[in-house]
């Protein structure tokens, strides 16, 4: 059972800031979209095109779920990557979930393995955060772990 962040709403402007900022600078990413849409803007989502990631994978693109929520001391957010072709999915989590890991952990499933571990991040600013998962995602995670699961 998943703990849900500790209230307050999303920050748009924050949004706003990620989507301009990161999302809409990453050439794999075609599409960003506030969810459930621009006046209520609770999450964000970027879909992938899937010929410009490495390894290919199929032909429905992946998503990037953003959701993120200013706190002191410390932002709650989940940045959740799920590629439908394969059932990959890789999580970069600040919560409450497991406590076990500190502040932040990873996470990743695939259609035979799953495991999570605790992570800290270089930078503190939200955008900074961002880009930082975005190259751990395209660099590491998807050459890693996907390609096992893509044959």
Same mark, same amino acid.
């Given at each position: 059972?998943?703990?849900?962040? +500790? ?19 990453? +050439?794999?990413?075609?599409? @960003? ?5 621009? @006046? ?14 490495? +390894?290919?994978?199929? %032909? ?18 989940? @940045?959740?990557?799920?590629? +439908? ?40 600013? %939200? ?13 590491? @995670?998807? %050459? ?8």
């Amino acid at each position: 059972m998943s703990i849900q962040h +500790p209230g307050g709403d999303p920050n748009a402007n924050l949004y706003a800031q990620l989507k301009q900022d990161v999302l809409e600078r990453i +050439p794999h990413i075609t599409t @960003v979209e506030y969810v459930p849409d621009d @006046v209520q803007a609770k999450q964000l989502q970027a879909t992938f095109d899937p010929t410009r990631l490495d +390894p290919q994978t199929g %032909p429905k693109p992946p998503k990037l779920i953003i959701a993120w929520y200013r706190q002191t001391p410390h932002d709650w957010f989940r @940045v959740n990557y799920t590629d +439908p072709n394969t059932g990959f999915h890789a999580g970069w989590h600040q919560d409450e979930d497991h406590p076990d890991l500190g502040r932040a952990h990873f996470q990743y499933k695939t259609e035979t393995s799953e495991d999570r571990w605790e992570i800290t991040f270089e930078h503190e600013t %939200p955008s900074l955060i961002l880009w930082e998962i975005i190259d751990e995602l395209l660099e590491k @995670v998807l %050459p890693t772990y996907q390609s096992s699961t893509h044959g």
